[in-house]
């Protein structure tokens, strides 16, 4: 049973710095498995945030976000980062780690290309 499990959440003052981390257990799907991250923030819908292709490792971000985050993975560690720059208040929410089957080469930027969640790690920005 795959397992994704996320951390690194905590408060943070606006223009500040954060890294969350997931890691995954369960099987050796990382490499193989697309890795995006969602977030949800109070009272919104789940949104695409950052994602990292098999492979070669191609980045996808949402435009909220473009220039201010950076996904990465180590495959040999089993892990995805989301490192987060710049922090603005809207950018509080759950993050949530999601993992695509394996082999899968449709779109990165939907939720419902992910088989697999984290339980989400919060994530607050104050002002």
């Known amino acids: 049973q795959v397992q994704l499990v996320e951390s690194g959440g905590g408060l943070v003052q606006a223009g500040g710095s954060l890294r969350i981390s997931c890691a995954a257990s369960?099987?050796?799907?990382?490499?193989?498995?697309?890795m995006g991250w969602f977030r949800e923030p109070p009272g919104k819908e789940r949104e695409f945030v950052a994602a990292v292709s098999r492979g070669v490792g191609k980045t996808y971000y949402a435009d909220s976000v473009k220039g201010r985050v950076t996904i990465s993975r180590d495959n040999a560690k089993n892990t995805v980062y989301l490192q987060l720059n710049s922090l603005k208040p809207e950018d509080t929410a759950v993050y949530y780690c999601?993992?695509?089957?394996?082999?899968?080469?449709?779109?990165?930027?939907?939720?419902?290309?992910?088989?697999?969640w984290g339980q989400g790690t919060q994530v607050t920005v104050s002002s």
């Open positions: 369960g099987g050796t799907f990382t490499s193989s498995s697309n």
């Open positions: 999601a993992a695509t089957p394996p082999n899968y080469d449709g779109v990165l930027q939907t939720f419902v290309s992910y088989a697999y």
